[in-house]
């Protein structure tokens, strides 16, 4: 057990907002979790800011905009951390290793994006920055492409994948309907995810528009403590691991999730739990096909099984492990550096009872997955309701 908690959250919504800066998401998020976890900016003792950026910004010195959220914020410490799509959690991690390193008793994390404002191209191009750049092959593949590559290896190795892909797509978007922070909240069919329109169309092969998460605006935060005695409500860190594979594709076996599941397995070794102890899942599915790998990876199934999942209803709201009720970056939004403070920060409202609408009952224990690239950062996070 860690002894590190998340005492407060702050979430806005996901989505494309044309008239609101990177400091007002910023703030907004900061203000949120200050006042949830009954705290000032004087009581922070440092401060760490998860920004991905990759030039889709100007706010090139990010971390010091969370100091406009409170004034008693001035002097505390600031640090951008990025990790590429998992700089939330490298955040997280930034946060509880000051703390256990006792530089701190109280740490504000904070994950933000702005990209809407930038055309598909340039973002595209901003997140295939995150992708091995010493191979021109691997340097000339953008993420669709990449995750392309899996979805026909996948194909290759087990079985076609696109209907189990098309009925995550579903899942997830039905799942955000009831999310009101989520950038996509329209019901898509599995009929409508699984056939190729003029609405759906191929982006790389075989991907379809359905299968690819959303370009975001938005901001997530939460509040690490050593002293859950001290805030109305809590949820413990039971485990959290952090491991890097090989950058290059070439070293390594894209499909076999490696860095995933390894994560997850260690998380569950620290915590003393298996999967059939966690009561939900947010995990990253940038792709589809990525939330099929996770499946795997979170121990529900054998390697090339993870159709069976979403057949006997294992991963649905209400089954033995619902995955992403908050609709997923598929549905709920994938602004980069804030997804994985917004992933932890929605299992703290899962954990302590104020999920809202896509509250599962009595959880008690929850997993995040949340990784940078394709499988190369890798983060997974065991977190139990109460004290601790």
């Known amino acids: 057990m860690t002894g590190i908690h998340i005492v407060g959250s702050g979430h806005t919504a996901f989505g494309r907002f044309d008239a609101r800066s990177l400091e007002d998401l910023i703030v907004e998020a900061t203000r949120e979790a200050l006042a949830e976890a009954g705290l000032t900016g004087a009581d922070i003792d440092a401060v760490y800011l998860a920004h991905f950026n990759a030039g889709m910004a100007s706010d090139g010195f990010a971390s010091s905009l969370v100091h406009q959220a409170d004034d008693g914020l001035r002097f505390k410490p600031a640090t951008r951390v990025e990790n590429a799509c998992a700089s939330g959690s490298g955040a997280l991690h930034a946060g509880m290793n000051a703390i256990r390193a006792g530089q701190a008793k109280r740490v504000l994390v904070v994950g933000v994006e702005k990209m809407t404002h930038r055309s598909t191209a340039e973002v595209t191009a901003a997140l295939g920055s995150a992708g091995y750049q010493g191979d021109p092959a691997e340097a000339g593949l953008s993420f669709p492409q990449v995750f392309a590559l899996a979805a026909r290896a996948y194909a290759e190795r087990y079985s076609d994948p696109m209907e189990a892909m098309a009925r995550i797509a579903a899942k997830n978007h039905a799942n955000a309907l009831a999310n009101p922070l989520a950038q996509m909240r329209r019901e898509m069919s599995f009929e409508a995810c699984n056939t190729v329109t003029e609405k759906n169309p191929l982006i790389a092969p075989p991907l379809r528009l359905s299968d690819c998460s959303l370009i975001s605006d938005g901001a997530a935060a939460v509040v690490l403590s050593a002293d859950p005695a001290a805030?109305?409500?809590?949820?413990?860190?039971?485990?959290?691991?952090?491991?890097?594979?090989?950058?290059?594709?070439?070293?390594?076996?894209?499909?076999?999730?490696?860095?995933?599941?390894?994560?997850?397995?260690?998380?569950?070794?620290?915590?003393?739990?298996?999967?059939?102890?966690?009561?939900?899942?947010?995990?990253?599915?940038?792709?589809?096909?990525?939330?099929?790998?996770?499946?795997?990876?979170?121990?529900?199934?054998?390697?090339?099984?993870?159709?069976?999942?979403?057949?006997?209803?294992?991963?649905?709201?209400?089954?033995?492990?619902?995955?992403?009720?908050?609709?997923?970056?598929?549905?709920?939004?994938?602004?980069?550096?804030?997804?994985?403070?917004?992933?932890?920060?929605?299992?703290?409202?899962?954990?302590?009872?104020?999920?809202?609408?896509?509250?599962?009952?009595?959880?008690?224990?929850g997993v995040v997955v949340n990784m940078g690239g394709a499988a190369v950062a890798n983060y997974a996070t065991v977190m139990e309701t109460g004290r601790g």
């Open 231 to 365: 805030h109305a409500r809590s949820a413990h860190i039971r485990a959290a691991v952090h491991l890097s594979d090989f950058l290059p594709m070439s070293r390594r076996d894209l499909l076999a999730f490696e860095g995933p599941k390894r994560a997850v397995a260690q998380a569950y070794a620290q915590a003393g739990v298996t999967v059939a102890d966690i009561g939900f899942a947010e995990v990253h599915d940038c792709f589809t096909i990525a939330e099929l790998l996770m499946y795997e990876a979170l121990g529900l199934c054998a390697p090339g099984t993870g159709a069976s999942v979403l057949e006997d209803g294992s991963v649905y709201r209400g089954g033995r492990l619902p995955v992403n009720l908050s609709g997923g970056l598929k549905a709920k939004g994938h602004p980069v550096g804030a997804t994985g403070v917004s992933m932890h920060a929605l299992a703290f409202r899962q954990l302590t009872g104020t999920a809202g609408d896509i509250q599962t009952p009595d959880p008690r224990l």
